[in-house]
């Protein structure tokens, strides 16, 4: 059997427990308010998420396939990209017509904006360009 007397050894030890369990909750809000934290970063999406987005809402607003991100960057106000656009399909494909499109998105990706900054024939090289 278990001894159930309430000793003054026994009030030593809980108080003790108690006192020791102060700097605990202490410690939980503090992890609490980081784990908040973290979730706030966790709630942004991934750059690979971002190019995802990107690409699937260009191509719905637009009705062009995206065929890929040739430049991608976080700004202020979130995210820069430039997507080449496969705009006229022509035989042979070399002959095809791309474009860029440079889109605008906010942190969370959605996209915000796009334009068009230049067009061109797919087997062409433009030499005024860096890149």
Not at 69 to 85: I, K, M, P, R
Not at 101 to 124: C, F, K
Request: proline share 4%.
């Amino acid at each position: 059997m278990a001894n159930t007397k309430n000793t003054s050894e026994t009030k030593t030890s809980r108080s003790s427990q108690e006192d020791d369990s102060a700097p605990e909750r202490s410690d939980r809000s503090t992890r609490d308010t980081r784990r908040d934290e973290d979730d706030t970063v966790a709630d942004r999406p991934s750059p690979m998420e971002v190019l995802r987005q990107a690409r699937a809402q260009l191509a719905e607003l637009t009705g062009m396939t995206a065929e890929s991100v040739s430049s991608f960057a976080q700004t202020e106000d979130g995210w820069s990209l430039e997507v080449e656009v496969l705009e006229l399909e022509r035989v042979p494909d070399t002959m095809s017509l791309m474009a860029s499109y440079e889109v605008e998105l906010d942190p969370e990706g959605q996209l915000t904006g796009y334009r068009r900054v230049r067009r061109y024939e797919r087997g062409r090289a433009d030499a005024h360009r860096r890149g």
